[in-house]
């Protein structure tokens, strides 16, 4: 597991684990585009974009090179006509698979029912 491990700035901290994952995921889309990506991949731009909903293709674009650059999304280009590009998750993302499940199943017990229009917030998004 050594090389697939991520740098931290904060070593020997107790809360430094912590701190750290929340780096990788802890931004608004990213959870989100692991989620997708877990539950469907490879998946292209637009279909990635479709899934998660909510996002511009620039946030997304933005979200996808910084999760490329923590190693935990790669792109690949598929050289069909046309040319288009596929992104996956890499073995380090996948390992992220218990903690998204663990936000979601946090989230189902404590968060209000969106589907109860009485407890529905309208979504805010990037665009």
């Given at each position: 597991m050594g090389d697939d491990r991520l740098a931290v700035w904060c070593a020997g901290e107790e809360w430094c684990p912590v701190t750290a994952t929340a780096t990788v995921?802890?931004?608004?889309?990213?959870?989100?585009?692991?989620?997708?990506?877990?539950?469907?991949?490879?998946?292209?731009f637009?279909?990635?974009q479709a899934e998660v909903?909510?996002?511009s293709g620039k946030v997304l674009s933005?979200?996808?090179?910084?999760?490329e650059?923590?190693?935990?999304?790669e792109r690949?280009?598929?050289e069909q006509k046309p040319v288009r590009v596929e992104?996956?998750?890499?073995?380090?993302?996948r390992s992220l698979e218990p903690v998204v499940a663990a936000?979601?199943?946090?989230?189902?017990r404590h968060l209000e029912d969106a589907a109860d229009p009485e407890n529905a917030v309208e979504a805010v998004t990037d665009r």
């Open positions: 995921i802890g931004k608004k889309w990213h959870p989100a585009i692991v989620h997708r990506l877990l539950a469907a991949e490879p998946l292209g637009n279909a990635l909903g909510g996002i933005e979200a996808l090179e910084d999760l650059e923590k190693r935990i999304v690949r280009v598929v992104y996956s998750l890499t073995d380090l993302g936000m979601g199943e946090w989230g189902t």
